[in-house]
């Protein structure tokens, strides 16, 4: 458990893997905290140095009052990898957290070498659906909600077949505090990154699940198309949060995207070394 202060702002980190290997860098969802990713970096092992953190108004790091704004949340990362001496690193967002990832990409260009784009769009929803989100939320708390959020979230096979984690997840959900979440549905609210992402040159993958209810995959692909280097693959399967259903399948992904890209040989021939795959 590991916490630095951003400017005004606490925010709490992990930073682990071998010290030679690549960074990879991961921005969670609304509602969550970096809890969602752990799986996903079990598979991925030691291939990576890996960077969670919890954003502002989420887990344990500081709840500053509403509304937020992406740029806020996006110069919260720039001031932690900077904090961490980090650069050239695989930026890998999901939903706002891709919104989040877009924006350091545009901000901070050598913070980000790839991006790994997750469920997640240029602009995501309507205003109108924002505000009537955070009205409820506001009126009568996020349990109000929490149903319909886990319906995009997870497919129904994942609903039937996993209750206990469901439940578990719904935990999370209810454990965000309000002024996180409503300052965050503002920022998702009046962010629209078309521009910035059409002046994106970076390599990018979007990942979208074939049963997501709040970014759906023709919205995914939509960015992937705004791309200027952008390329879409479809999970079939998961909702919202593919790092949760599928993590295996969002983990082949990811590293045929960096094969593809040549991403590997590069960062070793970098360090005068073999991947640890090439060895033997």
């Not at 682990?16 to 860098?25: L, Q, R, T």
């Not at 291939?47 to 704004?69: E, I, M």
Request: aromatic content about 8%; proline content about 6%; some cysteine.
């Amino acid at each position: 458990m590991s916490f630095a202060r951003v400017g005004e702002t606490l925010i709490h980190y992990e930073f682990e893997g071998p010290a030679v290997a690549p960074v990879i860098v991961f921005s969670n969802s609304l509602g969550t905290d970096f809890r969602i990713w752990d799986r996903l970096i079990e598979i991925l092992g030691d291939d990576f140095r890996t960077v969670r953190y919890d954003k502002r108004g989420h887990g344990l790091s500081d709840v500053q009052p509403a509304p937020y704004t992406i740029e806020d949340h996006a110069g919260d990362l720039i001031g932690l990898l900077d904090h961490l001496e980090i650069t050239d690193a695989i930026v890998c967002g999901l939903s706002v957290g891709g919104m989040i990832a877009q924006k350091v990409a545009r901000l901070r260009p050598d913070l980000a070498r790839a991006l790994i784009l997750c469920d997640t769009a240029h602009k995501i929803g309507p205003a109108k659906m924002w505000d009537e989100r955070m009205a409820i939320v506001e009126k009568e708390g996020l349990g109000a909600i929490a149903e319909a959020v886990l319906g995009r979230w997870f497919s129904a096979a994942f609903r039937t077949s996993q209750p206990e984690d469901l439940a578990g997840w719904r935990n999370l959900l209810l454990s965000t505090p309000m002024q996180g979440y409503l300052g965050t549905c503002a920022a998702i609210r009046d962010a629209d990154l078309t521009k910035d992402a059409e002046a994106i040159e970076l390599p990018a993958l979007c990942v979208c699940g074939s049963e997501d209810g709040s970014t759906p995959p023709d919205l995914v692909r939509s960015l992937s198309e705004i791309l200027p280097n952008g390329r879409f693959h479809l999970i079939e399967g998961p909702g919202h949060l593919p790092c949760i259903e599928t993590p295996d399948e969002l983990a082949e992904a990811v590293t045929a995207f960096l094969w593809d890209i040549g991403f590997w040989d590069v960062d070793f021939a970098e360090r005068g070394q073999r991947a640890p795959w090439q060895v033997g």
